[in-house]
């Protein structure tokens, strides 16, 4: 199992380092000139070939990747092209409301898939309607636009909740909540029906199953075998369907976070692009990427504590 | 399984067209509706570019922020005094052009991908399914956001680039299909009958995988619609054409002053959206041949009554020794309108102390019997007559909750496959103590009756495969552990469903003295389903022989081998290879076994 997860965890670095040079050929494909954007039009062509060095960029791509990727290494992701600020320090500013955001949504799409997976296996009829209709609205209505219909109603016209605006959970938790419930909402009432779905389909083969029938023969009563038996062995579908869940959660946060006015990783890359701003936005890609690769390793983790057979493959 | 339909069957000989089903289905009508709807404004938009080229421009400045309904502009006007009718119908041509730009992207680079990675695998698979999860591990708007920061905010590069990200999408769905598909005999076939392998992809893979490909592509479309909208609502689309995106990034700076303004455009995209998807959904189904317009719930449980069939044999009550009686048992499945019936009044005698064999085919129904007895039929399964009776009372007139606290204290059960009926998620030791604690046995005293217990079966070192998990221990061993499981609960019943076809011959035959020697011990009585005429013959008292849903033949052993009365108990006895054999080694047997009454052989 430790060479398991070692193999993993050298996969996933690989990956990251990947998604690294991914990001920075990516970004450095058009021939921008930043020293041009940070000092303006009225700048001497001197001046910018002056800034241009002193930010090092007329050495080559490579050189600027390897200098770049021996910073991330130590933990420094540059400066950013405006303002002169570090990148860590930007992102751990803007990093937490995004957090916020998909975390909370995580354990509302979690909570909520399950039990209507499990209302659904139950035999409520009605309940399999319900997921099938929020798979509609999840997939016709997507997450900026439910956010601004919630806007609307309930935050301009019925004055429910805050319109804008994020206070930090150290702040004041009450508010922290009450500030991020239409986003949460908005953000994760999508993703649920697709998890649902996932863990209900699980859950039927599961129940299915010789060994179900044989626990039932020994007296197992039904909500033992559903929620002990039954849910574990459903649980890599259900884990599987979170972990994707997670990268599109990560881009719908970048837009509702723009229409309830959230100062966030969205906000924070939708300024670093229009002005330009490579070492922020190379900080996003490496952060998000990093991100997803985590989840997807403590996915693993889960899904090999449940399933003893994960361990050996 | 042979069943008996008691009501016709759907005709299948006329197929009616795609287009046909699909109409049929109502939300896939409305689908076809919305689809009409878009390619109106298609055509509008192109007329108007045509007619009118600045009307999407034009400004009313006495008309600013105009409700819906004012004279002149049907959905009102925005900001500028612009008509948003007229916009509306003209940002559908940028958006679908946008959604096509990605969506052909997405096709071209993932169909071919993932019909090559799945058909030949090897080395190219590995490389392209890398790629593949190296793009699903970053969020596309950030990859979008990367590369508008670059190359600035063309269309025509942000949709490119989008397909790429929704490449992987169609690559893997083609690939799982393609690989599930290669494995098929037919495709195998076609190999060997000298079929190229163009040939194959285009004639048997491409066949099963266009049903998902047309839903994948529907969803996808609506992907690359909504992130092409978003894009535009960032602040991050083309300035220079007017898109949904636009309009609704417009419509929410002037939500202050306008409030529905921005509804416009989202209805636009939501119903566009829903028109692929119902649409595709519809054809996804007619292309499998599932017919959406008839609702096939299975009825409920309530509405079926409990009919007594008249029984073959008297249904007064069984006498004395006779612990488990069927009569007449009726079982049936829920099958489009009415339900097929799979046993049709089954009876069956268990005596106290004996073992009985119940013989017949796959499909004769004598599983469905045993499991109707445990009281363990699937949900669907219906009982729709007849009588169980267990020590003198009849279980089908008692409540369920009664029911199940009555067989589950006095029946266990031994399953055919070994494997599969041990739980993979939990300890052996776990599966073999729960039953117990359910019971209120403590922990302890219930982890010590599980040791004797494997012990007894036979296990030799009981702690070391407590702490195993079924994946850990052979197919042998969880059959002994399966028979600890049946034993721990107390059972005076042993139902055996076919308990030794899955195993080894050698391992079949201590498993079998197994059973005898338990049975000795603890005086259980047992009903041992099975085809295996040779395991009858070893184990049992009485045979009874089933068919096509009923008993032909109920008789002592010795009857049934020396004189079958049934033809079809001929046919059966004839059809084992070395019938002078079995029936030798029955008598020899059965000689040792009534020498050494009481039965004391194996305790």
Request: proline residues 5%; charged residues 15%; aromatic residues 6%.
């Amino acid at each position: 199992m430790v060479r398991l997860l070692f193999r993993r965890a050298v996969a996933a670095l690989v990956l990251m380092i990947a998604v690294a040079v991914a990001g920075f050929v990516i970004t450095g494909l058009g021939n921008s000139d930043p020293g041009r954007s940070i000092l303006g039009p009225q700048a001497t062509a001197a001046q910018v070939e002056a800034e241009n060095h002193r930010l090092g960029l007329d050495r080559s791509q490579v050189e600027q990747f390897t200098d770049w990727a021996g910073g991330v290494v130590r933990g420094d992701l540059g400066r950013s092209y405006l303002g002169d600020r570090p990148v860590t320090e930007k992102i751990t500013n803007y990093l937490p409301v995004t957090m916020s955001l998909v975390a909370l949504s995580m354990v509302v799409i979690a909570v909520l898939s399950l039990v209507l997976a499990v209302a659904s296996v139950s035999g409520r009829a009605w309940v399999d309607r319900c997921v099938q209709l929020l798979a509609v609205i999840g997939h016709v209505l997507p997450g900026y636009l439910l956010a601004l219909l919630l806007l609307l109603l309930f935050a301009v016209q019925f004055q429910l909740f805050p319109v804008f605006g994020y206070t930090p959970i150290g702040e004041s938790p009450a508010q922290w909540l009450r500030g991020l419930a239409l986003p949460v909402i908005a953000l994760a009432l999508g993703s649920v029906a697709g998890a649902a779905l996932q863990a209900r389909g699980a859950l039927m083969d599961v129940l299915e199953a010789d060994y179900v029938r044989t626990l039932r023969s020994r007296g197992i009563g039904g909500r033992s075998v559903l929620f002990r038996h039954a849910l574990r062995n459903a649980s890599p579908a259900w884990l599987t369907s979170l972990s994707l869940g997670f990268v599109a959660l990560l881009a719908g946060a970048f837009m509702v976070e723009k229409v309830f006015a959230l100062p966030g990783l969205g906000t924070l890359s939708v300024e670093a692009t229009s002005s330009g701003d490579r070492p922020v936005l190379m900080g996003v890609v490496v952060l998000t990427g990093g991100l997803v690769v985590v989840v997807n390793l403590l996915v693993d983790l889960l899904q090999m504590w449940l399933i003893p057979k994960a361990r050996t493959a | 399984m042979s069943a008996e339909v008691v009501t016709a069957t759907p005709d299948l000989t006329t197929r009616p067209s795609t287009l046909r089903i699909i109409l049929r289905n109502p939300l896939s009508r409305t689908g076809v509706v919305l689809l009409g709807l878009v390619l109106i404004a298609l055509v509008a938009a192109v007329v108007i570019d045509w007619v009118a080229p600045d009307a999407a421009w034009k400004a009313d400045l006495y008309q600013l922020n105009a409700a819906p309904g004012t004279d002149g502009h049907l959905l009102g006007t925005d900001s500028g005094g612009r008509d948003v009718l007229v916009r509306l119908v003209v940002a559908t041509r940028a958006t679908m052009f946008a959604g096509v730009i990605a969506l052909v992207v997405a096709v071209l680079l993932g169909v071919p991908g993932g019909l090559i990675s799945g058909y030949y695998g090897g080395k190219v698979d590995l490389v392209l399914d890398w790629l593949s999860s190296l793009a699903m591990s970053l969020p596309s708007i950030v990859v979008l956001l990367a590369i508008i920061s670059s190359l600035g905010t063309s269309m025509w590069i942000s949709m490119t680039t989008l397909g790429c990200m929704m490449a992987p999408a169609v690559f893997r769905l083609l690939r799982a299909q393609v690989h599930a598909v290669r494995n098929e005999l037919y495709v195998d076939a076609a190999r060997v009958a000298g079929l190229s392998d163009a040939r194959i992809i285009s004639r048997h893979v491409l066949r099963v995988v266009r049903g998902p490909l047309v839903l994948m592509i529907s969803v996808l479309s609506g992907v690359a619609i909504t992130v092409q909208t978003g894009l535009d609502f960032l602040g991050l689309g083309d300035s220079t054409t007017i898109t949904w995106g636009g309009m609704l990034s417009e419509g929410f700076a002037a939500m202050t002053l306008n409030r529905v303004l921005f509804i416009w455009p989202g209805l636009a995209m939501a119903l566009t959206v829903a028109a692929f998807f119902l649409v595709a959904s519809g054809a996804r189904d007619a292309l499998q041949g599932i017919d959406g317009g008839s609702t096939t719930a299975p009825p409920a449980p309530e509405r079926i009554r409990l009919t007594k069939v008249p029984t073959s044999q008297s249904s007064a009550t069984p006498a004395e020794d006779e612990v488990l009686a069927v009569r007449g048992l009726v079982i049936g499945y829920p099958s489009g309108d009415g339900l097929v019936e799979v046993v049709h009044g089954a009876d069956l005698t268990l005596r106290k102390g004996r073992t009985l064999g119940l013989v017949g085919e796959s499909g004769s129904g004598k599983s469905q019997t045993a499991f109707a007895v445990l009281h363990l039929l699937p949900r669907q399964a219906r009982l729709s007559g007849g009588e169980i009776w267990l020590d003198g009372t009849d279980l089908l007139a008692l409540p369920r909750r009664e029911r199940e606290r009555r067989v589950r204290s006095a029946i266990a059960y031994v399953p055919q496959e070994p494997m599969s009926n041990l739980d993979p998620t939990f300890t052996i030791g776990y599966q073999l103590t729960e039953p117990l604690r359910a019971r209120g046995v403590g922990r302890k005293a219930a982890r010590e009756r599980a040791t004797a217990l494997l012990t007894r079966t036979g296990i030799r070192d009981p702690e070391r495969v407590m702490a195993s998990y079924p994946h850990q221990i052979s197919g042998g061993m969880a059959q002994r552990v399966l028979i600890a499981g049946a034993l721990s609960t107390d059972p005076h019943v042993l139902i055996a469903d076919e308990p030794t076809t899955a195993l080894d011959v050698t391992v079949q035959a201590e498993i079998l003295d197994l059973l005898r020697g338990l049975q000795a011990e603890f005086g259980m009585s047992i009903l041992l389903v099975s085809h295996d005429l040779g395991v009858i013959a070893d184990l049992c008292d009485d045979v009874a022989v089933m068919r096509e849903g009923q008993v032909v033949e109920a008789a002592t052993a010795e009857n049934f081998f020396a004189h079958p009365r049934h033809e079809y108990s001929r046919m059966l006895l004839a059809a084992v290879p070395a019938e002078h054999e079995v029936r030798a080694e029955y008598v020899a047997d059965r000689s040792v076994r009534q020498d050494a009454a009481p039965r004391e052989k194996h305790s």
